[in-house]
């Protein structure tokens, strides 16, 4: 498979925040999937600790790039249109920059950035099908930033039955704030 390496997300502050945060959270036994696994950095490092990890992303060239690459096993798919099974952990650095339909720039790597005006459109859609392909101890571990709102975030995951606190963060440029979120199932 070929690929074009500019149109693939390449590791950046969020992805190597998402890394630590994945290798303090997954067990050796885990089956874990990496939606949006871009470069396949984050499902890279993640499987030498949890064999079982495969990465998905919408972006052919990102599926062939995390492959050829960084030896992840893939799945072209749109979230979890394609994938089927339960998992122990989810993955997700989210496209969470808001963004309205003028700034759009139509190409493979907009797949990676855009979470429509409230930064949270993708993530919207992600919850409910996250939910239904997680086992029942299952963690999610969600990147976004605080240009996605933390508390509207938080609040979608309650509205989908689950429980959402901040496992990692960090600060980046202009005050601007990463977080990852673990999330599961709610008890009650």
């Not at 979230?79 to 496209?95: E, K």
């Not at 689950?162 to 979120?181: H, N, P, Q, R, S």
Request: hydrophobic share 45%; charged share 20%.
């Amino acid at each position: 498979m070929s690929f074009d390496a500019s149109q693939v997300y390449q590791p950046a502050e969020d992805t190597f925040l998402l890394i630590r945060a994945a290798l303090a959270e997954v067990k050796p036994e885990d089956s874990v999937i990496e939606i949006g696994t871009g470069s396949g950095a984050v499902a890279s490092a993640v499987q030498k600790a949890a064999p079982r990890t495969i990465g998905v992303d919408i972006n052919p060239h990102a599926v062939a790039y995390a492959h050829a690459v960084n030896g992840v096993e893939t799945v072209r798919s749109d979230l979890f249109s394609a994938v089927s099974g339960m998992f122990d952990l989810i993955l997700f650095n989210a496209p969470y920059l808001p963004t309205l339909p003028e700034e759009r720039i139509d190409d493979w790597l907009e797949y990676a950035l855009d979470g429509g005006v409230s930064g949270r459109d993708v993530i919207e859609r992600f919850l409910p099908q996250a939910l239904s392909h997680l086992t029942d101890t299952g963690r999610i571990l969600l990147l976004i930033s605080s240009l996605t709102g933390l508390s509207e975030t938080v609040s979608l995951c309650a509205a989908c039955g689950a429980d959402a606190a901040v496992c990692a963060e960090e600060e980046v440029e202009d005050g601007e704030m990463l977080y990852v979120l673990k999330i599961m199932r709610s008890l009650v």
